[in-house]
């Protein structure tokens, strides 16, 4: 007799794995199947993992080059060896995904090497490349195969000159001129590697404005922070089709609102205008699994779908399509399944644009609390006036609390700075317990350090930041 599983993960990404290590941790009989060669998902593989070793290499590369002399370090000059840049990604790809590997093990977690999908409640099939389909028995199935890149209609990629974020992490060399199709947050760090390496950025952008979602003032002043890096923005505009010539690509662009047309040449187009969520082969129409109108699975508020036995977690459910999003839903369907009382707080996810500098937000945006009707004040404190910050020329950037105006509760965080995405921590755990901006200004921080910005802007929501 085969088998049978106390839970069953399709995908191995943030979520998937995550959940599958929970999931034996708490005692249970796991099974994960994975459709690639490697563990980790988009993110380990193709996304968050090589995104950040490029966007770390090249970061480094142009402080070498832009400030090294200011800091009183002579020399000649940076020279780039894009081939060993692209060789440590690799290098970091192989070290994450054989940790997954080795997560597996320690936790007795059994892996289906192939194409999953399910034929029923508690019946997994999964088909590999060569050879017979395998059949899984399982109490209980969670769905997280995450996420691709959305195509732009009239666009075909195809990973040379006309790529998503996948042919992004591995071009062979430094496009004179790279077109960005979508102003969020995947084509704003594309952009900004092969910009620190010598491109011209070109954006284009549908809406009136860049990352939208965020706060409104933290995408104004971080737009003019990256026109100094040599970006170029077209907003309220659409790109309509690409052609390819002898030289390269040209891009047919018109405003958003219809208007006289106008083309853009270029040599790499990146399209990154969202992802959508990865369900295709999964057989959710044999299961009777239903979907929303963007294709996401449904599930109630324990990620339990209409079917009895069959879960969802991470991008391929509603909510922000970020990493610890997924994880934290992992270990929360986990604990649920065991019995516990597993629970994501949703209103306190960071959210990280790995840029330089930097961007981070926890919590509401301005024009949230505006069209919630919610009094709220509002504490800034500027890098410009931080010690550390000048000590290192990351001046750029500020700190930014909105409290509830008359609990003083910490309604949102956002931060644009050198660091940004490990500062905002403090101002989540904050949140997680009801605290006040009074509680974050009474706490001693060390000096100098940047996270000092993060207390004056919580003395700014009182009686005033002592910096400025």
Known sequence: MADVFDLTVIGTGPGGYVCAVRAA??????????????????????????????????????EARDHFDTLGIDIDGPRLNLEQMLAHKDDVVKSNVTGIEYLFKK???????GMGSIAGPGRVVVTPDK?????????????????????????????????????????????????????GVIGLELGSVWARLG???IVVEFLDRILPGMDGEVARQFQRLLTKQG?????????????????????????????DASEIDCDVALVAIGRRPYTEGLGLEVAGIETDERGRVRTDAHYKTNVDGIYAIGDVIAGPMLAHKAEDEGVALAEILAGEAGHV????????????????????????????????????????????????????????????AETDRVLGGHIVGHGAGEMIHEIAVLMEFS??????????????????????????????????
Request: proline fraction near 5%.
């Open 25 to 62: 941790q708490l005692g249970m009989k796991v099974a994960v199947v994975e459709k690639w060669p490697t563990f980790g998902g988009t993110c380990l593989n193709i996304g968050c993992i090589p995104s950040k070793a490029l966007l770390h290499a090249s970061e480094l590369f142009a």
């Open 107 to 113: 936790n007795k977690i059994t892996s289906f090497a």
């Open 131 to 183: 050879g017979e389909p395998a059949h899984i028995e399982t109490k209980n199935i969670v769905i997280a195969t995450g996420s691709v890149s959305t195509p732009l209609p009239g666009v075909e990629t195809d990973e040379d000159l006309i790529v998503t974020s996948t042919g992004a992490l591995a071009l062979d060399k430094v496009p004179a001129k790279l077109l960005v199709i979508g102003a």
């Open 199 to 201: 491109a011209e950025v």
């Open 231 to 259: 970006f170029t923005f077209h907003l309220s505009t659409k790109v309509t089709g690409i052609d390819r010539t002898e030289t390269g690509l040209k891009a047919r662009i018109e405003p958003a609102k219809g208007g």
């Open 345 to 404: 707080n949703y209103g306190i996810i960071p959210g990280v644009v790995y840029t330089s500098p930097e961007i981070a937000s926890v919590g509401r945006t301005e024009e949230e609390l505006k069209q919630a009707g919610v009094k709220y004040k509002v504490g800034k404190f500027p890098f410009t006036a931080n010690g550390r910050a000048k000590a290192m020329l990351k001046t750029d950037g500020f700190v930014k609390i909105l409290a509830d």
């Open 435 to 468: 605290g006040a901006a009074e509680d974050l200004a009474r706490t001693c921080h060390a000096h100098p350090t940047l996270s000092e910005a993060v207390r004056e802007a919580a003395l700014a929501c009182g009686l005033g930041a002592i910096h400025i």
